[in-house]
């Protein structure tokens, strides 16, 4: 995956639309569509200008950008948070018995756990 597919799928994960970046940016929506798809050579300097940008609008966008191109994705309590509030209660079901699956007895011990939230 190259640079810009890492920032496509950046801007997809924070929810960071090609119209608004390029409103933000005072670029073009083909512009950015292009610089997305990969079809137009994009100096750093340019794409160091639109994280700025992107940063600005997306607080952590630089973060999980600089995320994606290292391959060590992660997320945070709050994005998983985010992540889990989106699901079906059936979903959320499902996670739940496969969490109780994997987990031994030994994991939920004071000194392990952090916080339960209901």
Avoid: H, W, Y
Avoid at 28 to 35: H, P, Q, R
Avoid at 92 to 112: E, F, G, R, W
């Amino acid at each position: 995956m190259d640079l810009a597919e890492k920032f496509k799928v950046t801007m997809e994960v924070m929810k960071l639309g090609v119209s608004e970046l390029a409103e933000l940016a005072n670029r073009s929506v083909n512009n950015i569509s292009e610089i997305r798809l990969g079809k137009t050579n994009t100096s750093i300097q340019t794409l160091g200008e639109l994280l700025e940008v992107a940063e600005r609008a997306r607080p952590g966008f630089v973060n999980r950008f600089c995320q994606e191109v290292s391959g060590n994705v992660f997320f945070s309590s709050d994005s998983l948070d985010q992540i889990i509030s989106e699901l079906s209660q059936e979903q959320k079901s499902m996670l739940l018995m496969s969490l109780a699956v994997n987990l031994d007895a030994k994991d939920l011990t004071p000194a392990k756990s952090q916080k339960f939230r209901a």
